[in-house]
């Protein structure tokens, strides 16, 4: 059973003595079956050596035992998609604090890990621009027939509807208004509306309406117990003729039997999405050109975001053992 350690204090005095006997010496380690860039990494390292932590790293592993005992010592863990499951957590007696560099955490268990007390924070934002770059590149490429010969269409003058208005749905939204799109968008958690106004994007009251209405519809939803298999048949047809489905955000959300019942149903319907869906090669066999899927997850992939997410995570560590701060952790 793994060390409880606590990060939750009755009198601040408690806190700052409990973070104190940290500071410095903690061992970290860099857990990453697809690694960082070389130029992420060597900022990491600098950073947590600066502080005085020893840097250790398991890159390009192919086996889960490898992780296992690689955490058999450390107090911190940086990942990036690796899946951090309870036995993971288990192994991991001194365990601290699990950093995901990234905005989706859904791959660590992040509640047997509160149990355990370890924190789990992600590095909200870092990535978005990339993830939302790929979001509007993915649209003129269905516009344009996958870039084969035949005559498409353009964005401009279209709607884009936006389901879930965070930080990769705002920058959807911005950079769709600069291209001349109409933006809509859906997110029932964001309390300030005047985030909407800023930005110049109406947003819309129901789910439904979203899909309604979207010539291209943007999907940026966390992957949760709510939203898994939440995108399915009923949404899809309701969207207008000539419609896209731009998935960014996970694989999961997707109901795949009612996608393909969909797209078996309107012919004017596509689908393109940032990691193959589980039916990918018959949905290519059978839908063709209207279904585009990477063939590995590359939302996130650019040497930009691979540095702001790879350091934001570095730089949290730091933060959290010289002055206990939490402001990102997710399994409060
Ligand atoms: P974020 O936390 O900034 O935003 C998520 C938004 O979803 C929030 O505004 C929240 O209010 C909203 N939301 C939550 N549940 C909702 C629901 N049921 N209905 C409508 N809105 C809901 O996250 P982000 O950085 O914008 O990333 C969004 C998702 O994109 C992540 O959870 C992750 O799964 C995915 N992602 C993918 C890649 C990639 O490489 N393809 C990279 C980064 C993020």
């Not at 930080?167 to 109409?182: D, F, P, S, T, W």
């Not at 489905?245 to 393109?272: F, W």
């Not at 702001?308 to 402001?327: C, S």
Request: proline residues 3%.
């Amino acid at each position: 059973m793994a060390t409880i350690v606590p990060y939750t204090f009755e009198k601040k005095e408690e806190k700052a003595l409990y973070f104190t006997s940290f500071v410095k010496g903690m061992k970290v380690l860099i857990a990453t079956e697809k690694p960082f860039a070389k130029a992420a990494v060597d900022g990491m390292v600098e950073i947590l050596e600066g502080a005085g932590h020893t840097v250790v790293r398991l890159e390009k592993y192919t086996d889960k035992t490898q992780l296992l005992d690689a955490v058999a010592d450390v107090d911190a863990l940086i990942v990036r998609s690796d899946k951090i499951t309870c036995d993971v957590l288990a192994a991991a007696p001194n365990l601290k604090i699990v950093v995901r560099a990234g905005a989706g955490y859904d791959n660590v268990d992040c509640c047997d890990a509160k149990a355990r007390g370890v924190v789990v924070m992600n590095t909200p934002g870092q990535n978005s621009n990339a993830v939302a770059e790929l979001a509007i590149a993915m649209m003129i490429f269905m516009s344009r027939n996958c870039f084969t010969p035949g005559t498409g269409g353009e964005i401009k003058g279209k709607t884009l509807a936006i389901h879930a208005y965070g930080n990769v749905g705002r920058l959807v939204g911005c950079k769709g208004k600069a291209l001349g799109m109409n933006v809509i968008a859906y997110d029932p958690f964001v309390s300030d509306c005047s985030v909407f106004e800023c930005d110049g994007v109406e947003r819309v009251e129901s789910m439904e309406e979203l899909y309604r209405r979207a010539d291209f519809l943007s999907l940026h939803i966390p992957a949760t117990p709510q939203t898994k298999g939440s995108i399915g048949y009923e949404l899809l047809t309701s969207m207008p003729k000539g419609a896209t489905l731009v998935n960014t955000a996970r694989k999961e959300v997707i109901d795949e039997a009612g996608l393909c019942k969909a797209l078996s149903e309107r012919e004017d319907l596509k689908y393109v999405s940032d990691v193959a869906p589980e039916c990918c090669c018959q949905m290519n066999e059978q839908f063709g050109k209207r279904v585009f899927a990477t063939p590995k997850k590359m939302g996130a992939e650019t040497a930009e975001a691979n540095i702001n997410a790879g350091l934001a995570a570095a730089r949290q560590i730091v933060d959290f053992f010289e002055t206990g701060n939490t402001k990102f952790q997710v399994n409060r």
